[in-house]
């Protein structure tokens, strides 16, 4: 998770992580909450009247069977929104994943510095 030290906008963050479906069937992160936020999306980067935008993610983030999928800049990825306070290097946030499967699970996510000048994405190139 982004640090919000010298970030633009420090009412917002985004998480960025692997998941690991070792199952034989499909599943799909469907929400996800945390205490420091407010509002809690998934999102992804897609191209909208010929410019790539951050938008919230229909459906949910599939993780494929037997395989992962990265959250990622650029890519598909959690954004945590109305931060109720700020975030530092080296600080943990909790954070719990809900699956199409039922199942949830609890991480405590490390916050690592923002090493970016302003807060943006870079679309990553389409692997279709």
């Not at 960025?16 to 599943?27: A, I, Q, Y």
């Not at 990265?70 to 954004?79: A, N, R, T």
């Amino acid at each position: 998770m982004r640090a919000t030290t010298g970030a633009k906008d420090t009412t917002m963050t985004a998480a960025f992580l692997s998941l690991t479906n070792p199952g034989d069937t499909e599943v799909k992160l469907t929400s996800a909450t945390s205490p420091i936020a407010a509002v809690v999306q998934l999102h992804e980067m897609a191209m909208q009247d010929g410019k790539m935008v951050m938008r919230e993610k229909p459906g949910g983030i599939t993780v494929p069977a037997g395989s992962h999928t990265h959250l990622s800049p650029g890519g598909d990825h959690i954004m945590l929104m109305s931060l109720k306070q700020p975030l530092k290097p080296g600080d943990e946030v909790p954070l719990t994943l809900k699956f199409s499967d039922n199942t949830t699970h609890d991480l405590k996510v490390p916050v690592k510095a923002f090493t970016e000048e302003e807060e943006h994405y870079h679309p990553t190139p389409s692997t279709k």
